[in-house]
C-alpha cells in the first residue's frame, strides 16, 4: 500500500479498447489499497496527425509557441477519456492537464523541461480519494504559456510528480514487460532482468535499448525515485530501477547492449601534437554532428591514428569535412565504414570484478570476432566489430556472462 | 479604426486552406489599423469526432466534466493553427485559451454561462500588436475546471470578450452573408438587410433564421455590442444588428420568419374556469416537452377551445399527455395536426404603424390561405397555416410589405 505514480504510453491508450483496459488495470492497483496518480500520452497517431496539420501551413518542420498548444491537446484527450472510463466503473477520477497542476517549466519552445510541481494540488484529490488522471508531456512556463516536453516526455512527467509527491514508486508502463539481458529479437534467450541500477539502466538506453526515456531516467535517479517498466499488455512484475544494494552486487554483467546505427572514421597518420583531437573533430561537431566513440592511438612514427564513430546518417556528411580537415593537417589518409556495430557489456559489477574485459575479448576472438576499436567506462565496455559479426558477439558475451535464462545457461560457458 | 472582435465558426476553419484564407482576412482588417481580438471554433466535424469517443465510453449521451476537458481541445487547436498561419504571414499573433484569459463561468456543466473574463489580459496583447486568437466555447469554473458554454457557445465567447474590452463592434463571420428579409430558398427575392434590432434578431433567430446563438444575441443587446453578421467567404457588409435608430424607423417590416418544425394540439370544450390553462399544460411542461403558441378561445357554451403548439418531435408524447388530462377535465375532444407551419411578421415598425395584422390577413385570404392560429406580441405578429401553404404564405407576405430586392418590388402589392 502506498502511493504509486503509473504512466501510459500512446501505444497503451491508443483506441478505447485500450484505454478501458488501462481504466481496469488502474483499478485493480487501487483495490490494492493504494493511491494512483496515473500520467499518459496522447492517443498513439494523435501526435503525428497534430503535427501534419502544423507541417500544412509551417511547412516540414514545425516549431515554436503555437506547436505546444497545438500538441498539447493530444493528451488533454486522453486524460478525458481515462477519467470517464474509470468514472464508468465507479472509480473517482480527476483529469488534469499541466497547468491545473501548475507544472512550471522553463520557456524552452517544444522541449521544455520542469522547474516545479504544486504537490499541495495533487495530494489534496489523492486525500479526496481520487485517482488523479494527468496530461504527461507539457507545463506553463512563468508567463502562463503552454510548453510541451518534446517527445516521450510523458516518462518524465510521470518521474517528476512521483518525485515532487514523494512516490513509493513510479511505474512505466510500456508495450514491453520489462528489460532484458539485451534483445530477444537478437538472442532469444535474452532475460528479463528482476532489477537493475539507474546507472546501468541509461548506459542500456542509450545504447539503443529505447524501452525509457533517458531523461526519465536520469531525473529518477537523481532523486532516487524507483522506477518499474512493465507491461501495459500483460501481467508481470517487470524490472525494478533502482540505486545498487548488496544483492544486485553479485552480478557482474546486467546486459549487453548494441548499436547498428554507428559509422567509423579514420583519419590515419596525423602528427602526434597537443591539440590534434580539437583540430579533427571541431570542424565535425561544429557541423551540429554528434560524435560517439573516439580513440586515438600513438603510431611508432610519432604520428597518430585517430579513430570516431558518427550516426550512420550523418556518415557521408562527416567524411567530406573530414577529408578536408585531413588534408589541411597533412594526414596520410582517412578511412570510412559505414558497416559497423557497437557491442557493449553494461554492468556495475565490473568496477569490482577484475578480468571481465579480457574474458570479453577472449570471447569474440574464440568465435574469430576481430575487434576493430574498444572504449571502457566504469561500468561498460564497448566494442566496435563488422556488423555481419553482431548477432553472434551479442549470443556469445550473453552466454559467456551467464546471462541466460535460468535452466537454459550452457554452463561450459558460463562464467 | 477601433477595436474588433471577429467570430469564425467550424465551417469557417474547416481546412487548413480555409484557415489560411481566415488568417488573409484578418490581417486585412488589421492593415486598415484595427486592433483585433479573433474567436475560434473548432474545425468542422472535429466536436463530433472527439464526440463519437466519447460515445464509446459513456453510452449516447456523454455528459459531464470530463466532457467540458475533451470538447475544449478542439477550439485550442484552431488557435494554434490559425496563429501559426498570422505568423507564417508576418503578423504578430498569440493564441489563448480560456483559461489563459481568464474566462470564469459557472459550474453547470457542458451549458455553462460566463460570469467574468480578464480584460486586462487581452487589452495587454492587444497594446503589444498583437492579434489575440482566442478559443472559444470554453473557461473554467472557480475551482480552475474546464468548462464549455455548450453548442455554439463561440458566438457567445465573442459577444462576451467584446463587451469586457468594450469592442467598437463584434462580428460573426459565417457561411451566409448577412441577415436576410427571409430564407432566400423559399422567396428568390428575399434581401439582405443593412441594419436590424437585437430584439428584430432575436424574434427571427428563434423563428428559424439560424445564423447567431440566441444567447449571443441577448448578451450583444444588453450591453449595446454592435453585432455584424457577415460571410467568411465573401466580401460585403454583411448586417449589422444594433440599437433602433432613427432611420430604422421607417421600415415597417424587417423580415418573415417560419418554421416548419411545429404541430398544433387542440383541446375542445374545456369547461371555461379559472386555472383550466395550468391544468391542460401542466403535465405537458411536467414531461419537459416546450410549449410555443398558446391560444384560447371561449365558445358560445361557457366552453374553451385551447390550442398550443410543440416541436413536432414532441407530438405524439404531447398528445398521449393531453388526451389523458383532456379525459380527466371532461372536454369533449382532442385534435393534432403536425402537418402545420408557423409564419411571422417581425419588425420593431409595427409598434407605430397601425393595419399590419389586417393588412397580413388580407394577403394570405386574398391567396385563400386559412389562418388556424394567431399570436401577436409588440413587434411579432405569428400565424399557423397548413404547412402546404409555406412557400405561398412566405411570397405573398415577402411581396405585400415591399421587402423584395431593390428594383424587383411588385409596385402593385408594395405597401
Redesign the interface.
Known amino acids: 500500500m502506498g502511493v504509486l505514480v503509473q504512466k501510459f504510453g500512446g501505444t497503451s491508450v491508443g483506441s478505447?479498447e485500450r484505454?478501458?483496459n488501462v481504466a481496469k488495470k488502474v483499478i485493480g492497483y487501487r483495490d490494492q489499497g493504494h493511491s494512483v496518480v496515473v500520467v499518459v500520452s496522447a492517443m498513439s497517431g494523435e501526435t503525428n496527425r497534430?503535427l501534419d496539420?502544423?507541417k500544412?501551413?509551417?511547412g516540414d518542420a514545425?516549431h515554436?509557441?503555437?506547436?505546444d498548444?497545438?500538441l498539447?491537446?493530444g493528451e488533454?484527450?486522453t486524460?478525458?477519456?481515462l477519467?470517464?472510463?474509470l468514472?464508468?466503473r465507479g472509480c473517482r477520477a480527476?483529469?488534469r492537464?499541466g497547468?491545473?497542476l501548475d507544472i512550471k517549466t522553463d520557456d524552452a519552445r517544444n522541449k521544455a523541461r520542469i522547474t516545479s510541481i504544486d504537490a499541495a494540488r495533487i495530494k489534496q484529490h489523492l486525500d479526496d480519494g481520487a485517482v488523479v488522471v494527468v496530461a504527461g508531456f507539457q507545463g506553463i512556463d512563468s508567463d502562463?504559456?503552454?510548453t510541451t516536453l518534446g517527445r516521450g516526455g510523458s516518462d518524465t512527467t510521470a518521474v517528476a510528480l512521483a518525485t515532487a509527491i514523494q512516490a513509493n514508486e513510479c511505474q512505466i508502463f510500456t508495450d514491453v514487460d520489462g528489460v532484458y539481458t539485451t534483445d530477444p529479437r537478437v538472442e532469444p534467450n535474452a532475460r528479463r532482468l528482476e532489477q537493475i541500477t539507474f546507472e546501468e539502466m541509461l548506459e542500456m538506453a542509450s545504447l539503443g535499448s529505447k524501452v525509457l526515456q533517458i531523461r526519465a531516467v536520469e531525473f529518477a535517479g537523481k532523486y532516487k525515485i524507483p522506477l518499474r517498466v512493465l507491461s501495459s499488455f500483460e501481467e508481470g512484475p517487470g524490472t525494478l530501477i533502482t540505486t545498487e544494494d548488496k544483492q544486485m552486487e553479485q552480478a557482474k554483467i546486467a546486459g549487453i547492449a548494441f548499436n547498428r546505427d554507428e559509422a567509423q572514421i579514420t583519419v590515419k597518420g596525423v602528427p602526434d601534437q597537443p591539440g590534434i583531437a580539437a583540430k579533427i573533430l571541431g570542424p565535425v561537431s561544429r557541423a551540429n554532428i554528434e560524435i560517439d566513440m573516439i580513440v586515438q592511438n600513438v603510431a611508432w612514427d610519432n604520428t597518430a591514428n585517430f579513430t570516431f564513430t558518427v550516426h550512420r546518417n550523418d556518415f557521408s556528411r562527416a567524411m567530406e569535412i573530414i577529408e578536408d580537415t585531413a588534408n589541411k593537417l597533412g594526414a596520410t589518409g582517412v578511412n570510412g565504414d559505414p558497416g559497423i556495430v557497437k557491442l557493449s557489456l553494461v554492468g556495475v559489477g565490473m568496477r569490482s570484478h577484475a578480468g571481465i574485459a579480457s574474458q570479453m575479448f577472449e570471447t569474440l576472438a574464440d568465435e574469430g570476432i576481430n575487434i576493430r576499436m574498444i572504449s571502457t567506462s566504469e561500468i561498460k565496455i564497448s566494442v566496435v566489430v563488422d556488423e555481419k559479426y553482431l548477432e553472434l558477439g551479442v549470443r556469445c558475451l550473453h552466454d559467456a556472462f551467464g546471462l541466460a535464462k535460468d535452466g537454459t545457461v550452457d554452463e561450459s560457458k558460463a562464467s
Open positions: 478505447i484505454i478501458e497534430l496539420l502544423a500544412d501551413i509551417m514545425p515554436g509557441q503555437e506547436l498548444v497545438l498539447s491537446t488533454q484527450v486524460i478525458a477519456l477519467s470517464m472510463a468514472q464508468k480527476i483529469s492537464t497547468w491545473q502562463g504559456n503552454i
